[in-house]
């Protein structure tokens, strides 16, 4: 569709009067629509055109590509920065193989959009939102190579602080804090133990610096 008719087609249904665009956005076939023309059409179609300037941070525009490639490389500390608040993720609790409460480490297998962009695979420390309260939690995102390295299908699982209830068919949300390690295979499940109880350690002594400190639920209560 052109430019034009997409505006004509904003005008006709929204009665639009104004339009906020980033400094380099484009619409309609082949992108013609710039700044320029989208200006020229709003004297045609009586709107007014406000044009956002970008945010630099350390040098760099701050743009969506930059933060899914920081994402993609695990530098969630880096997402978080350029953002202004932690990378989220969000899934309902989902059945998994229950190797993790085999092991005396319970993990919740995380039911996540597939569009989603995921963290480079590895172990994290997150904060975890679930009714109302926050825990911290280590989450591994990845394949899980010492039980399965044929899977072709990425993992999302999290193993909450100081909880041990059910929590099948509920929804958590995880803010991505930091980057412990890479996901790696041990050469048997006791090293594998060993490895997460020192990353569960390492959550337990990890300081917010205040990027989280509150939250409103869909009720409006604040948790922190």
Avoid at 32 to 53: Q, S
Avoid at 61 to 86: C, H, T, W, Y
Avoid at 143 to 170: A, C, M, W
């Amino acid at each position: 569709m052109s430019a034009r008719d997409f505006v004509a087609r904003m005008h006709r249904h929204l009665r639009m009067t104004h339009l906020y665009v980033g400094y380099d956005f484009a619409l309609g076939r082949g992108r013609e629509g710039n700044i320029a023309v989208l200006r020229l059409l709003g004297e045609e179609f009586d709107y007014r055109l406000n044009v956002i300037n970008p945010v630099e941070m350390e040098g760099e525009k701050v743009s969506s590509s930059q933060i899914r490639n920081a994402l993609f490389d695990g530098e969630v500390e880096k997402a978080r920065r350029l953002l202004g608040r932690p990378y989220n993720l969000s899934g309902m609790v989902i059945q998994g193989d229950g190797r993790g409460r085999l092991l005396g480490i319970p993990t919740a297998n995380l039911q996540v959009w597939k569009e989603r962009a995921l963290p480079k695979s590895g172990v994290y420390i997150c904060q975890a939102y679930l009714e109302a309260k926050i825990y911290k939690a280590v989450t591994n995102v990845g394949y899980r190579p010492t039980f399965d390295n044929r899977s072709l299908t990425t993992v999302v699982e999290t193993h909450i602080l100081d909880f041990n209830q059910d929590l099948y068919g509920k929804t958590i949300e995880l803010s991505f804090m930091a980057r412990l390690r890479d996901e790696q295979k041990f050469p048997d499940v006791q090293t594998l133990i060993e490895q997460i109880l020192y990353d569960i350690e390492r959550a337990r002594s990890f300081q917010i610096d205040g990027a989280v400190i509150e939250r409103r639920t869909d009720e409006g209560e604040t948790i922190s």
